[in-house]
């Protein structure tokens, strides 16, 4: 059995690295996140949540510096 991944999930990992790395989305959240999208239950109100709380969790990490 070979360890390939779909199509899917290399764009997914791609799409989601590159939000993490633009402070869009939570890196620790990076799995969870790939696994949704690639099976395509990632919703509108989803990708706004997870948006929110990367935004909120920056916004506490500038105010402790």
């Not at 991944?5 to 799409?15: C, D, I, R």
């Not at 990076?30 to 999208?37: E, P, T």
């Not at 990708?47 to 709380?53: A, K, P, S, T, V």
Request: aromatic content about 2%.
């Amino acid at each position: 059995m070979t360890d390939t991944q779909s199509p899917s999930n290399v764009l997914s990992a791609n799409v989601v690295d590159q939000l993490i790395e633009t402070g869009l989305l939570r890196a620790d959240k990076r799995d969870v996140l790939i696994a949704k999208i690639a099976s395509g239950n990632m919703k509108g109100e989803d990708w706004r949540l997870e948006i929110d709380l990367a935004q909120a969790k920056a916004k506490v990490k500038a105010v402790q510096k």
